[in-house]
């Protein structure tokens, strides 16, 4: 509350009836503290000020005015412009408030002589073709993925694809045609460029035909080895078109879902594009007590389309739970924003609005979520999930590390988190053995291997698989999971490589995803990065007292436990009988002969290996 009461009658009766924006502070000079539009600035200002006010929101926005200034404008869309712009510089508290400053994923073909493609956010400033937008970098990578069994093109660096000599792992998995060291023409290479730009359009059937029509001709010229590459990539094609649900008639559009509850709301965005969906991400404004569901919607729409730079594209369709009062100003605001016409859209049928339904549910289920997960546990749960933006709740994480002493007894850990934190009961140790003493990426390939190699059905499989260390065991991973899970077509996890920063200090740690090498920077006080250090540490914790108790138990275990033949009896007879295991080493064939129980062959054994 002000010391000096706003004089409201004085201010309506010079304020204009033309449209604009109103700023209220909350002193003459103060914060501002809300942001609204009006057709007609008297109109809408003097309902502030009515002897009986709406809702408590109003009741305490106008009892907090200290001071409003208003901004004139030509029409009602350039005011609904201008009221974006101040909110976003204002943040006033008494309006919604979209905090989503992250930019959109992008799949980037590039412009070189063998275009590469790869994963992309942020500013487009490198000169070649942009897909998308996605609705996050868990659907990039899934699409990335997915193109590498398509199309073999490159998804390397440019410094690692100059700097080749010979083919790279990739290549050998088929998934890339090793353009580096002309393993492929040009033309063939510009070919599979071709195919997959058409893919990424949505053209699937002419990549198809396409693909077909070169079949044929490499059979007819009795290239059949050719062919067979051809008739893989449409057995491909056509299992991925299956899979997508393509609704060729449905072109490009955005589906709201909206849901409120507790003070909360939920906006959720499906996105489709080229009639194929690419996904979903739900959004969670800061809402104000008693926001109107109109209210919210507006304010949504503006922040996201208007707020979002240039990487943020604006659909020709937008399918709305509810057709807010301002539909036509929105409408061209959008307009504008876009460069094309858009259309806003409540009453729908057929498919939209099943997706319409879609949306709605998916509104109100991730806001019950929110709502109801309120722990420690839950909630770095949901934000390491926002942060990877993965298209699915994180059901379970794995966490593999490697511990030794100079090569000695080198222990391998694998520790399991679920929804609920640690799951100690599903913790596995692995003994490394038959690789060369400190070679940490055998010994993780090894476990890796050892782990996944009878993994039959995806349940058992991780959502994250964090790995302790940098490129070289990432790429380990890399290696394993595809040769032991891709090979027989179940899902990978996601994984993500922990490289300890500099002097080991917690909360300096670089994050890299694996197959795009993405790196993740995350606050040192986000409750994501304490979750990942809280895996990573339970691993490490367990891996090295595994390791310290193999070694303990090596080197206080006599010598006579690792001779074959020799069990506990024959060891308490042996020593009872030569006075100590310093005398069983000096002794002869013939003297330890003479023990009971220990026949000559097992005698020359303990006199070989004692003295070996």
């Not at 849901?259 to 499906?270: N, Q, S």
């Not at 940490?440 to 782990?451: G, H, N, V």
Request: a positive charge.
């Amino acid at each position: 509350m002000t010391d000096t009461q706003f004089d409201a009658k004085a201010f309506l009766k010079a304020v204009t009836s033309q449209p604009g924006v109103y700023r209220m502070y909350d002193a003459p000079g103060g914060t501002v503290i809300y942001v609204g539009k009006a057709k007609n600035l008297k109109k809408r200002l003097s309902s502030y000020f009515r002897t009986q006010l709406p809702d408590a929101k109003t009741q305490a926005l106008v009892a907090n005015i200290g001071f409003i200034e208003v901004t004139v404008t030509h029409t009602e869309t350039e005011a609904l412009i201008l009221e974006h712009d101040y909110i976003k510089l204002y943040m006033p508290r008494y309006n919604v408030l979209l905090r989503d400053d992250k930019s959109y994923p992008y799949i980037f073909l590039s412009q070189h002589r063998h275009p590469k493609l790869g994963f992309h956010r942020g500013p487009r400033r490198a000169k070649g073709r942009y897909f998308g937008p996605f609705p996050n970098g868990g659907a990039v990578r899934d699409s990335l993925h997915l193109m590498q069994k398509l199309f073999p093109i490159r998804q390397c660096e440019d410094g690692y694809y100059k700097a080749r000599s010979r083919p790279c792992l990739q290549y050998q998995l088929k998934r890339c045609s090793a353009p580096c060291v002309g393993k492929i023409s040009d033309e063939d290479y510009a070919e599979q460029v071709k195919m997959a730009t058409l893919f990424l359009q949505g053209k699937n059937r002419q990549v198809i035909d396409q693909l077909v029509g070169w079949m044929e001709q490499a059979s007819n010229d009795l290239n059949f080895e050719k062919a067979a590459l051809y008739r893989d990539q449409i057995q491909a094609m056509r299992t991925v078109q299956e899979q997508q649900g393509v609704h060729g008639s449905l072109g490009q559009m955005d589906v709201v879902g909206v849901a409120t509850d507790k003070g909360m709301a939920c906006c959720h965005m499906l996105f489709i594009r080229e009639g194929k969906i690419l996904g979903s991400r739900s959004y969670f404004p800061n809402l104000p007590a008693d926001t109107s569901d109109d209210e919210l919607l507006t304010s949504f729409l503006l922040q996201f389309y208007l707020g979002g730079g240039d990487e943020r594209q604006v659909p020709p369709e937008i399918i709305l739970p509810l057709m807010p009062e301002d539909q036509l100003p929105l409408q061209e605001a959008l307009t504008q924003r876009g460069n094309h016409k858009v259309t806003l859209k409540h009453t729908v049928r057929a498919d939209r609005a099943q997706f319409q339904r879609l949306a709605q549910t998916n509104a109100v289920t991730a806001l019950s979520s929110k709502v109801a997960h309120k722990t420690t546990v839950a909630d770095r749960y949901r934000l390491l999930n926002e942060t990877l933006e993965l298209s699915q709740p994180i059901s379970r994480m794995e966490c593999f590390d490697i511990s030794h002493t100079m090569g000695e007894r080198t222990v391998a850990s694998c520790v399991v988190f679920d929804a609920e934190g640690p799951s100690k009961r599903d913790y596995r140790r692995y003994n490394i053995d038959g690789i060369t003493p400190g070679d940490d990426y055998a010994a993780m390939a090894q476990a890796l291997r050892r782990r996944f190699d009878k993994v039959v059905e995806e349940v058992n499989i991780p959502t994250i698989l964090f790995i302790d260390g940098g490129r070289g065991q990432l790429s380990q991973a890399e290696t394993i999971v595809e040769e032991t899970l891709g090979a027989k077509g179940l899902r990978l996890p996601l994984l993500i490589g922990v490289a300890k920063g500099e002097g080991r200090k917690p909360g300096l740690e670089t994050l890299f995803v694996g197959f795009t090498r993405e790196v993740i920077d995350l606050a040192a006080d986000s409750p994501a990065l304490h979750l990942i250090q809280h895996i990573r540490d339970e691993a490490h914790r367990f891996a090295i007292s595994g390791h310290r108790a193999a070694r303990g138990k090596a080197r206080s275990q006599s010598t006579l436990e690792q001779i074959p033949g020799v069990g506990a009896k024959r060891r308490q007879s042996l020593l009872k009988y030569m006075g100590g295991l310093q005398e069983i080493k000096g002794a002869s064939v013939e003297e330890l002969s003479k023990v009971p129980g220990i026949s000559a062959e097992l005698a020359q054994k303990i006199h070989d290996a004692l003295r070996g």
